[in-house]
């Protein structure tokens, strides 16, 4: 069974950094980098936002308009981990962050990932808070 376990969230000051990681599990390590992967967040009383994504074709990379610059996705496909470093953050990044993978490369198209209800799989989320 697929899982997947966000963790390095908290609290942090604004113009702050944090590094969240997305530790996969029931791929074997042939398999996880055939997933296409998605971060994504939601602040309180919005939905879900796509904050970036790597399609697991041709790793590509795609960031939200306002993480660019500062947010950097990347993966370590031998751990099975993705990881999302945060930096220059700002009160408005406040929000839960999830992780969600799929096999179909297409939800990650240009300009961002597709809605987070088009992936398979999902985990279960790392709060964020930053402070001003």
């Known amino acids: 069974e697929v899982q997947l376990a966000e963790s390095g969230g908290g609290l942090v000051q604004v113009r702050g950094s944090l590094r969240l990681s997305c530790a996969a599990s029931g791929f074997t390590s042939d398999d996880f980098d055939d997933y296409t992967i998605g971060w994504f967040r939601q602040a309180p009383g919005k939905e879900h936002e796509g904050v970036s994504c790597i399609r697991s074709t041709d790793g590509t990379t795609y960031y939200a308009d306002s993480v660019k610059g500062r947010f950097t996705m990347s993966t370590d496909y031998a751990k099975n981990t993705v990881y999302l470093q945060m930096n220059d953050l700002k009160p408005e990044d406040t929000a839960i962050y999830y992780c969600?993978?799929?096999?179909?490369?297409?939800?990650?198209?240009?300009?961002?990932?597709?809605?987070?209800?088009?992936?398979?799989?999902r985990g279960q989320g790392t709060q964020v808070t930053v402070s001003s």
């Open positions: 969600a993978v799929d096999a179909d490369s297409y939800y990650c198209s240009d300009p961002g990932p597709f809605p987070i209800e088009e992936y398979g799989y």
